[in-house]
């Protein structure tokens, strides 16, 4: 089954393409969109989420239209932008809990989440006290927190130290056993991380599409 | 539910529930000098106090600030990220705005009246009609609020950034309005909703308002749509 198919998709800002006639086909599983800044990974994920409309051609996430039905596919879905601001005037575990009642999932995953990430440790301290690794790693926790189908991930292993990177890691590995489809934007690739599907980006297309394993 | 659960959001957005209360006490500060000026401190100078030029302004920079907080800041500093994160739709993040401004808007000015007026005679409670009044002056300030909402709303959407949305505010709000009235019209406006009684008070404002109202509308169909359209902003 396909899980996110874009045909033709494209997205422009201003004067600029960010992204241009991309047609893609993922099924589940792990699937990383590879390429340098400014590419269009990023914007094909945000497309994909229904943070922005698409300028042209058409995009399907779990049968969704992301940009008119977020609140259906949100239900089964969660993510991480890189760069996104966090709250500073609340704690972290304060905002992981308003999300987790917002979105209707008990707390205590995020609880159990944050003590793998280590996160427990400092998130009762407000988020404008931590430093950008602190921040990043309750961001990565605003999406893994959450039960879903699809997880978006966007330059999830900046920022963070290798301990983290290697936890981050079994945590993939674990959540593309159990069925999921995970989305990795990424310019880094960790050693040993094994995906079903690399698509590199460059200047906004699709340049290659490879399945390495089990896709579909 | 989950309506409830943004406007609780929102309510706590920035602390802006703090600038309320804030508000609260610069209300009662302005309507205790009725006392120090030896005006008779009683309910009906209160309501008199209307006429003065520090309510409707305090009224409207704080329904500026409100909008400002709630719209430009959240949207131009890419707080817009996390509501989307909540997987709420864009019609009902407007109606939860919406819901929370009157919240933050209206309550102060009326709790500061209610309380000031209890405290100068505390058999006010007891006279016929104070609680029908309160509720009347609630319900005009919360309908004051809203007329103000779509431009300040649109002001936001179109700013994007709270330093720009703020300057533009408070240069119409000093610089444009007076009694004789400026696009927004906050003193006549405030006068009819918060002065008179309520029924009258919206006949009259349909009547010399009604094109004000009109654009007011156009306004909030402007805000709504920019709003539905819109993408979200990064910082």
Same mark, same amino acid.
């Given at each position: 089954?396909?899980?996110?198919?874009?045909?033709?998709?494209?997205?422009?800002?201003?004067?600029?393409?960010?992204?241009?006639?991309?047609?893609?086909?993922?099924?589940?599983?792990?699937?990383?969109?590879?390429?340098?800044?400014?590419?269009?990974?990023?914007?094909?994920?945000?497309?994909?989420?229904?943070?922005?409309?698409?300028?042209?051609?058409?995009?399907?996430?779990?049968?969704?239209?992301?940009?008119?039905?977020?609140?259906?596919?949100?239900?089964?879905?969660?993510?991480?932008?890189?760069?996104?601001?966090?709250?500073?005037?609340?704690?972290?575990?304060?905002?992981?809990?308003?999300?987790?009642?917002?979105?209707?999932?008990?707390?205590?995953?995020?609880?159990?989440?944050?003590?793998?990430?280590?996160?427990?440790?400092?998130?009762?301290?407000?988020?404008?006290?931590?430093?950008?690794?602190?921040?990043?790693?309750?961001?990565?926790?605003?999406?893994?927190?959450?039960?879903?189908?699809?997880?978006?991930?966007?330059?999830?292993?900046?920022?963070?130290?290798?301990?983290?990177?290697?936890?981050?890691?079994?945590?993939?590995?674990?959540?593309?056993?159990?069925?999921?489809?995970?989305?990795?934007?990424?310019?880094?690739?960790?050693?040993?991380?094994?995906?079903?599907?690399?698509?590199?980006?460059?200047?906004?297309?699709?340049?290659?599409?490879?399945?390495?394993?089990?896709?579909? | 539910?989950?309506?409830?659960?943004?406007?609780?959001?929102?309510?706590?957005?920035?602390?802006?529930?703090?600038?309320?209360?804030?508000?609260?006490?610069?209300?009662?500060?302005?309507?205790?000098?009725?006392?120090?000026?030896?005006?008779?401190?009683?309910?009906?100078?209160?309501?008199?106090?209307?006429?003065?030029? *520090?309510?409707?302004?305090?009224?409207? $920079?704080? =329904? +500026? &600030?409100? !909008?400002?907080? /709630? #719209?430009? @800041?959240?949207?131009?500093?890419?707080?817009?990220?996390?509501?989307?994160?909540?997987?709420?739709?864009?019609?009902?993040?407007?109606?939860?705005?919406?819901?929370?401004?009157?919240?933050?808007?209206?309550?102060?000015?009326?709790?500061?009246?209610?309380?000031?007026?209890?405290?100068?005679?505390?058999?006010?409670?007891?006279?016929?009609?104070?609680? *029908?009044?309160?509720?009347?002056?609630? $319900?005009? =300030? +919360? &309908?004051? !609020?809203?007329? /103000? #909402?779509? @431009?300040?709303?649109?002001?936001?959407?179109?700013?994007?950034?709270?330093?720009?949305?703020?300057?533009?505010?408070?240069?119409?709000?000093?610089?444009?309005?007076?009694?004789?009235?400026?696009?927004?019209?906050?003193?006549?406006?405030?006068?009819?909703?918060?002065?008179?009684?309520?029924?009258?008070?919206?006949?009259?404002?349909?009547?010399?308002?009604?094109?004000?109202?009109?654009?007011?509308?156009?306004?909030?169909?402007? !805000?709504?749509? /920019?709003?539905?359209?819109?993408?979200?902003?990064?910082?």
């Amino acid at each position: 089954m396909e899980v996110v198919v874009a045909e033709n998709l494209s997205k422009r800002f201003g004067f600029t393409w960010a992204l241009r006639g991309v047609s893609l086909k993922l099924g589940r599983g792990l699937h990383l969109l590879l390429g340098p800044n400014g590419s269009g990974k990023t914007t094909f994920l945000k497309l994909a989420l229904g943070m922005l409309k698409p300028t042209s051609g058409l995009v399907r996430v779990l049968g969704f239209d992301p940009w008119r039905e977020w609140p259906e596919l949100s239900k089964r879905a969660a993510f991480a932008m890189e760069g996104a601001p966090l709250p500073w005037w609340m704690s972290g575990r304060a905002l992981l809990s308003e999300l987790c009642s917002m979105r209707g999932f008990p707390f205590a995953n995020a609880e159990k989440l944050a003590g793998e990430l280590g996160v427990s440790g400092y998130w009762e301290r407000p988020i404008l006290t931590y430093s950008s690794g602190m921040a990043k790693r309750v961001l990565l926790l605003t999406a893994l927190s959450f039960e879903a189908e699809l997880y978006a991930l966007d330059e999830p292993f900046t920022l963070v130290d290798k301990a983290t990177i290697a936890k981050l890691m079994r945590m993939l590995e674990e959540l593309k056993s159990s069925g999921c489809t995970i989305l990795v934007a990424t310019h880094y690739l960790p050693e040993g991380l094994e995906a079903d599907t690399l698509v590199r980006f460059e200047e906004g297309r699709v340049v290659s599409v490879e399945n390495i394993g089990r896709a579909g | 539910m989950k309506l409830l659960k943004l406007v609780k959001w929102y309510l706590g957005f920035f602390h802006v529930w703090a600038f309320s209360l804030a508000l609260f006490f610069a209300y009662i500060f302005t309507y205790d000098r009725f006392a120090i000026l030896g005006v008779d401190p009683s309910w009906d100078s209160l309501l008199s106090g209307a006429e003065s030029l *520090q309510e409707p302004v305090l009224m409207a $920079a704080h =329904a +500026a &600030l409100v !909008a400002a907080i /709630l #719209f430009s @800041f959240e949207e131009g500093e890419g707080y817009s990220y996390l509501r989307h994160l909540t997987g709420a739709g864009r019609l009902q993040v407007l109606a939860a705005k919406w819901l929370a401004y009157l919240l933050l808007v209206a309550p102060p000015l009326v709790a500061a009246k209610a309380l000031l007026s209890v405290s100068w005679d505390y058999r006010m409670l007891a006279r016929p009609g104070f609680v *029908q009044a309160l509720a009347e002056l609630l $319900a005009g =300030a +919360a &309908l004051q !609020a809203s007329y /103000l #909402f779509p @431009f300040y709303a649109l002001w936001a959407l179109a700013t994007k950034r709270a330093t720009y949305f703020v300057m533009g505010a408070f240069l119409e709000l000093y610089l444009l309005e007076s009694f004789w009235g400026g696009p927004l019209f906050v003193y006549g406006s405030h006068f009819m909703l918060l002065r008179l009684p309520l029924g009258p008070a919206l006949a009259r404002l349909v009547r010399d308002l009604g094109l004000r109202l009109a654009a007011s509308l156009a306004h909030l169909a402007a !805000a709504a749509y /920019l709003e539905l359209r819109g993408e979200v902003k990064w910082k």
